[in-house]
């Protein structure tokens, strides 16, 4: 029979994680700290290696949600990050441009992000790079279109 | 008709001796009038075996397919009027569509329509099969059942009630019973 873990009390306290993230990765800017919240604004290049060090060194078991965010000018595609352990849910902001809307995928960490960057990929129209099979998940596949874009005209079916 | 053929049926298989005798049977029928007279005698029995034996088939896709389960249920109990809801295409006469047609489920659906035996009705419940309802100018959404398949009856209604889906198959009756379909030799 497995071990059985208690997530009683938080190991870590907020406060210590966000420093160890911002001690190892200068370019990471800490937006808010709240109790049991963790927004972090993290550039595109250094995306996967953020996550990678939330789940190998801080403890984050679990990635709740992929989605992204239609701001006109940019999308923001974002990571809902877990940890038991630590009682913390990360939120993962990552900015990338319009006319490259690629990011890296985080599935080859948490397998279960594999649909949420599936989605995304279908309504937004975000390639997630380093993903195992990217293809449109609800609509058909001869669709030409993202429709959750904010420059998506209601009514076009082409 | 072909009355050389007679001559050599002993060289046919069985499947053309037996499309030759067919053709000869209908084609006499229809040259002596008596077609006409066996339509005219079978019609009555025909049509009303027909209208009182409505099997839609049991698709449900959305919420009106609730009120199609509650018009099966013992409140409505529509199989006293004969409609016995059937589970494959091969055995209905009516397509009830009841429910938003995605882009994805049309192809299905159209295959379904092309699975069932002729002769075959469509009934379109609810304002999404009939308009896309609610999801009017959707990107996903067909815009109304009769862009890709022919539709008999309309039930407006959003859910429609059961009364109303009811309503619908005693106008598919009438209409069955103008038709007043004979058939001795299938057509």
Known sequence: MSEVIIYDAPERSVEEVSKDIKSKFPAVEVLKVAPKRLHLQVPRDISFEVCKFMKEGLNFEHASCVTTVDYLDHFTVVFHISSWTNHILAEVLVDIPRDDPTVDSITPLWGGANWHEREAYDLMGIVFKGHPDLRRIMMPEEFKFHPLRKDFIVGRRV | ?187
């Open chain 2, 1 to 187: 008709m072909d009355i050389d053929l007679s001559f050599n049926a002993m060289t046919m298989t069985a499947k053309q001796f037996g499309e030759m005798t067919k053709t000869m049977m209908r084609e006499t029928m229809v040259a002596t009038g008596g077609k006409q007279v066996i339509d005219k005698i079978t019609a009555p029995i025909w049509s009303w075996g027909q209208r009182n034996s409505v099997y839609p088939l049991h698709f449900g896709i959305a919420c009106c397919a609730l009120e199609m389960a509650a018009a099966g249920g013992p409140r409505y109990d529509v199989e006293r009027l004969g409609i016995v809801f059937r589970s494959s295409p091969r055995q209905s006469d009516v397509l009830l569509l009841n429910g938003w047609i995605s882009a994805k489920l049309r192809p299905s659906l159209k295959a379904l329509y092309e699975q069932m035996p002729s002769p075959k009705w469509v009934v379109a419940m609810g304002e999404c099969t009939i308009s896309g309802g609610p999801w009017y100018d959707a990107y996903n959404v067909i815009q109304g059942a009769d862009t890709f398949i022919p539709v008999d009856v309309y039930i407006p209604g959003c859910p429609s009630r059961p009364e109303a889906m009811i309503q619908a198959f005693n106008m598919l009756n009438r209409k069955l019973t103008a038709e007043n379909r004979g058939s001795f030799l299938d057509d």
